[in-house]
Nanobody, 124 residues
Framework: QLQLVESGGGLVQTGDSLSLSCVASGTIYSSYMMGWFRQAPGKEREFVAGVTWRNNRKYYSDSVKGRFTVSRVAAVNTVYLEMNALKPEDTAVYYC?????????????????WGQGTQVTVSS
């Protein structure tokens, strides 16, 4: 069983930066994809970014590409999401999640372990 705990959310202004962390308790196997999702009020949860545990391959949604950077430090079982040039439309609860098979990386159905989420609010 894998437990995920996010931190780093908060209230920022348009154009600011924010960094999220996700610490995992348990074993992250080399097959895993670690992902970040977000859910804005009244909207479905959507994929934001992901990184493969084995070879550090990264994936991004079009809406954040070039502004967000996902990374991982295997030694401390931690995944990060560095968010730059934040916009009001980035406002959402951000979730860290683990996909054991590492396939269909943008589909939340393949992510079996989830954190509790951390709120990010970007004011205009």
């Amino acid at each position: 069983q894998l437990q995920l705990v996010e931190s780093g959310g908060g209230l920022v202004q348009t154009g600011d930066s924010l960094s999220l962390s996700c610490v995992a308790s348990g074993t992250i196997y080399s097959s895993y994809m670690m992902g970040w999702f977000r859910q804005a009020p009244g909207k479905e949860r959507e994929f934001v970014a992901g990184v493969t545990w084995r070879n550090n391959r990264k994936y991004y949604s079009d809406s954040v590409k070039g502004r967000f950077t996902v990374s991982r430090v295997a030694a401390v079982n931690t995944v990060y999401l560095e968010m730059n040039a934040l916009k009001p439309e980035d406002t959402a609860v951000y979730y860290c999640a683990a996909n054991p098979a590492g396939t269909a990386v943008m589909s939340e159905n393949n992510y079996h372990f989830w954190g509790q989420g951390t709120q990010v609010t970007v004011s205009s």
